[in-house]
């Protein structure tokens, strides 16, 4: 971590900061000051596309959750150089924070940009995009809330197509179905320029929640709940 990433930590925490621990449902009107529409952002990284992004859109709230202190840090420092006010880091698992701390209905997106890929099979258990993520989204997301996953592992990419295909919460908002084109709202981000260098294709996907579908989805689900997908400290993801 840098001196000027430990310096916002220490600074804008209190101010900014989400500690996620599981122990209530926060209110996002108070958390943001304001009751403009929240959107849920996975695993930003260092954080210059959220940055930008708030920057683009000061109407949107903007919750980006990693478990990765030193990006807190860069994100909280690109938010206090830009005057973005519309930006809280929190800090921890988004299951935790999705499962413990967020009401039904409450967001209204959900971003998850280049997560982790998890090439290898055995722990492709470990991949976020997977039928009890997208049950645990379905009743957090609001109708109408779009989700939007990119990733530049092209098997991943097919993966997240199927399940959110198959998922009776959600949508495609391509009307041939498929992937969508890199909206412009989303900027390259740091591990998508990675990718690109290494000559990997990007995908985009955007599912819209629909109104029905979503009622007694865990209740209905036969399989056993996936493993933690928090970033494994003994087994670093690799590629993306
Ligand atoms: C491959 S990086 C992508 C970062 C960024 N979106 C980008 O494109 O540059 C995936 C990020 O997801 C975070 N992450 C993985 N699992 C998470 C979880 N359960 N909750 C919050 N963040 C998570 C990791 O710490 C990492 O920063």
């Given amino acids: 971590m840098t001196a000027g990433q430990a310096d916002a930590l220490q600074r804008l925490w209190s101010k900014w900061g ?10 996002l009107g108070e958390l943001f000051g304001n009751g403009n529409p929240v959107v849920l952002e996975i695993g930003f990284g260092m954080g210059e596309a959220t940055a930008r992004m708030a920057a683009a859109d000061p109407g949107t709230n903007i919750l980006a959750v990693d478990v990765h202190t030193p990006g807190q840090g860069n994100l909280l420092n690109l938010a206090d150089q830009n005057g973005l006010s519309n930006i809280r880091v929190g800090n921890g698992d988004a299951i935790i924070l999705m499962r ?3 009401a039904p209905d409450s967001l209204a997106g959900l971003r998850v940009y280049f997560p982790d ?8 258990k470990r991949r976020l995009i997977q039928p009890e993520f997208l049950d645990l989204a379905a009743t957090r997301l609001g109708p109408g809330a779009v989700v939007h996953c990119a990733t530049d592992w092209e098997p991943y990419a097919e993966q997240m197509l199927e399940v959110l295909t198959a998922h009776p919460g959600f949508e495609n908002t391509q ?8 909206p412009e709202f989303r900027p390259l981000t740091r591990f998508e320029g990675q990718g690109l260098e290494k000559g990997h294709v990007v995908n985009d996907l955007l599912f819209r929640r629909v109104e029905h579908g979503v009622e007694h989805l865990a209740e209905q689900r036969t399989e056993q709940p996936a493993e933690q997908r928090v970033a494994h400290k003994d087994q670093p993801p690799t590629g993306a």
């Fill in 18 to 27: 989400l500690d996620i621990d599981g122990q209530r449902v926060v209110d």
């Fill in 100 to 102: 413990e701390m967020l």
């Fill in 175 to 182: 009307p041939g179905g498929g992937f969508a084109p890199r």
């Fill in 117 to 124: 890929p998890w090439p290898k099979k055995r722990h492709h």
